[in-house]
């Protein structure tokens, strides 16, 4: 079997999978910018929003950072590789403030 993947026939944010007498490109892990297989412990970087923790890229959760969501009565919550802001509990969004119910 010749090593297709030798050749680095994938894209940027793919890696290369060798098979008997061909190969495949797969999309890297959505935490890598670059990597090497398969899973976040292959990336060459983080993406933005993830941190290189050992070998892994994790997420950071920006919740815990700092205060992000600075309106009155909003709520921050984590998302994968950002975060997101939402009026509380009680509240809604009117023409973005958060107004009681």
């Known amino acids: 079997d010749l090593d297709e993947c030798a050749a680095s026939p994938c894209k940027e944010h793919q890696y290369c999978l060798n098979t008997d007498g061909s190969f495949s490109c797969k ?21 933005p929003g993830y941190v290189k923790e050992g070998e892994n890229c994790t ?9 992000v969501c600075v309106k009155e009565n909003q709520d921050c919550v984590n998302t994968s590789g950002s975060y997101k802001c939402v009026c ?6 009117k023409d973005g403030t958060c107004v009681q119910t």
Request: charged letters at 35%; one cysteine or more.
């Open 27 to 47: 999309a890297c892990d959505a935490s890598c910018v670059g990597c090497t297989g398969e899973g976040s412990d292959k990336c060459k970087a983080c993406t």
């Open 59 to 67: 997420d950071i959760d920006e919740c815990n950072l700092e205060k």
């Open 88 to 93: 509380s509990e009680g509240f809604e969004d």
